[in-house]
């Protein structure tokens, strides 16, 4: 209980005694409040104390024969040390002047004091049961948010999981066509990719990045990918530089840049230019790659896990705020990326991973409350 509530309720409890004693007895004014305002805090304390025997006895189990005789005991015990710690008190006044029989004014109306704290006690327990309901309430709820978001952490790491043997598939693939045609630029290829590697997967581990860091992860693929299309593979970078301080998930771009090399610039005789975009409007941030295309080829075989992945984490950590969106025309492809911003400067891991649980959060108490106003709507209807 908050201080200040409790010296509200031992003031209260203090002026219904100081009443009682000053109405209903005979004594005087001066004598009820003395007596009446500390008898008052004591049954504060008694009543703040019935959380006990609520904890100790709660509705759901047990019988109610059993709770009632607990709660009943309970109130009895605490009512005669109450009625006990009245007398005390009346015998100090007793031996101040002017307070001559204070004891056996008391005395007379400790039978209606103590029906009185009885029924107080009583209700103090039911208001225990009350606050215990709306904790277990809240509780379960907090419970249940957990378990979502924790549900929703093991998804992503299990989709961002899936993104190291796609990547790695789709390097290796460049390799081996590297080899009979190049051998020292494939030697070459599987240096650098060693180091890119090593900084792809350090940032991988992290919760979430930079975009500036994912942009400069992107951009080392590319230089990867130019030793084995040289002069064909074209890059052009348009990002506005507040975009580079936006918190992203790590290795989000990375497929979509794959994909554009696999399926744009590898099947173009004369290759081509692949367009990397980041700008911000009032969604966040808007993440573009453009590649050309032949017109000619039919649809790839491939399996698709690049752009699901993306999309697949971007929902488990947005919901409906952040988007995947495709285009294509006749020569060119592209695809979009929303993403709600997030910045930071400094301790972008920590912080990162804060956001993470906050946007999870956020995400699963409005799926609760959607859940909650459509079970509301139906039982109305």
């Not at 936006?246 to 990375?254: A, K, M, R, S, T």
Request: charged residues 20%.
């Amino acid at each position: 209980m908050r201080p200040a509530l409790f010296i509200s309720v031992g003031l209260l409890l203090g002026a219904l005694v100081a009443s009682y004693l000053g109405l209903r007895g005979e004594a005087p004014w001066q004598e009820a409040l003395a007596l009446g305002l500390p008898l008052g805090f004591i049954q504060a304390v008694l009543c703040l104390a019935a959380r006990f025997p609520a904890r100790a006895a709660p509705l759901a189990a047990g019988s109610w024969i059993r709770i009632a005789a607990t709660h009943l005991s309970a109130a009895i015990v605490s009512t005669g040390a109450w009625i006990l710690a009245g007398v005390a008190l009346a015998r100090l006044l007793e031996e101040l002047p002017g307070h001559a029989g204070a004891v056996a004014r008391f005395q007379r109306e400790s039978a209606g004091l103590a029906v009185t704290a009885i029924l107080i006690f009583l209700l103090a327990v039911t208001a225990h049961y009350l606050v215990i309901a709306l904790e277990k309430g809240r509780e379960a709820e907090v419970r249940g948010v957990e378990a979502l978001v924790l549900a929703k952490e093991a998804e992503l790491r299990a989709l961002r999981a899936q993104i190291d043997p796609h990547f790695l598939f789709n390097c290796l693939n460049s390799i081996g066509a590297l080899t009979e045609e190049d051998p020292a630029g494939a030697r070459r290829m599987c240096l650098n990719l060693a180091g890119f590697l090593r900084r792809s997967l350090a940032l991988g581990q992290r919760g979430q990045i930079l975009l500036g860091e994912e942009l400069g992860l992107a951009k080392e693929y590319l230089e990867i990918e130019k030793i084995r299309f040289g002069d064909r593979l074209k890059v052009f970078e348009a990002v506005e530089e507040t975009c580079r301080s936006c918190i992203v998930p790590p290795l989000i771009l990375q497929p979509v840049v794959e994909n554009a090399v696999r399926h744009g610039i590898a099947q173009l005789l004369e290759g081509g230019t692949i367009r990397i975009g980041a700008s911000r409007d009032a969604r966040g941030v808007v993440l573009t790659v453009e590649n050309p295309r032949d017109p000619e080829r039919p649809a790839g075989k491939g399996t698709g896990v690049g752009l699901e992945n993306v999309r697949g984490r971007l929902k488990a950590l947005h919901g409906d705020k952040a988007t995947v969106e495709t285009a294509s025309s006749q020569s060119l492809y592209s695809v979009r990326l929303v993403i709600p911003w997030g910045g930071g400067s400094g301790g972008v891991e920590a912080s990162a991973s804060r956001a993470n649980r906050e946007a999870l959060a956020e995400q699963t108490q409005s799926e609760l409350a959607r859940g909650r106003n459509h079970a509301g709507t139906a039982a109305s209807s």
